[in-house]
């Protein structure tokens, strides 16, 4: 079955606890942390994440755009993270496997991202270590983008990889993600759809989340 994760970047920030609620039906909560350098805005970090961990039973999907992500992974554990995804653009190889070693000491699930740019071959070396690998299908650091269609390749490119050398790790598309585009990112492979402005934007949230999962 196909997941949804919808990201609380699109969410309304002042009512935070109400709008999270309203995603219940879905199967992850998208939480998008950027550091100003990594990317050039700035979000939300560990106390939101402490904040919110009460008030839904679903899993947090905490999505790390900030440099050496393995100075804070801990931290998020201990906040509620239940999945910690990090950008193999963020840090060094060695830093990036002691990081999803801390994730994993943590007993939280941990994952890797490659932005537009990177290629497939990037998640190669930590294929048989992580529980998620994450394509983005828009620059990060920003929602609300548009779909970029020419990721498609590097999705199937992953699951591949995924089925011959760790067939039980997800796989997360983000960006753009929406009721015109989910159809190709399932097809392609990915059984994780993260999905902001699509889902916070429809009329209907649950009959959203039920089309997004195909």
Not at 153 to 167: C, L, T
Request: glycine share 8%; aromatic share 6%.
């Amino acid at each position: 079955m196909v997941k949804i994760s919808p990201s609380i970047l699109s969410a309304d920030f002042a009512n935070l606890e109400r709008d999270i609620q309203r995603i219940s039906t879905a199967d992850y909560v998208h939480v998008d942390v950027m550091d100003g350098m990594f990317v050039p805005n700035i979000t939300i970090g560990i106390p939101v994440v402490k904040a919110i961990r009460p008030v839904t039973a679903l899993p947090l999907d905490v999505h790390l755009m900030i440099v050496q992500p393995g100075r804070y992974v801990r931290q998020f554990c201990e906040a509620g993270a239940d999945l910690v995804t990090m950008h193999v653009e963020a840090d060094t190889e060695e830093n990036l496997r002691a990081a999803i070693d801390a994730v994993h000491s943590a007993g939280k699930r941990a994952g890797v991202v490659v932005k537009p740019g990177t290629s497939a071959e990037a998640v190669r070396p930590y294929i048989r270590d992580v529980e998620l690998v994450l394509v983005m299908t828009v620059e990060p650091g920003f929602g609300g983008q548009s779909f970029m269609a020419d990721q498609m390749g590097k999705v199937r490119a992953v699951r591949e990889m995924i089925d011959a050398f760790n067939p039980a790790c997800e796989l997360e598309v983000d960006g753009g993600v929406g009721p015109d585009t989910f159809r190709a990112c399932i097809d392609a492979g990915a059984n994780v759809l993260v999905a902001g402005s699509a889902v916070y934007g429809a009329e209907d949230i649950p009959a959203r989340i039920r089309l997004l999962r195909g």
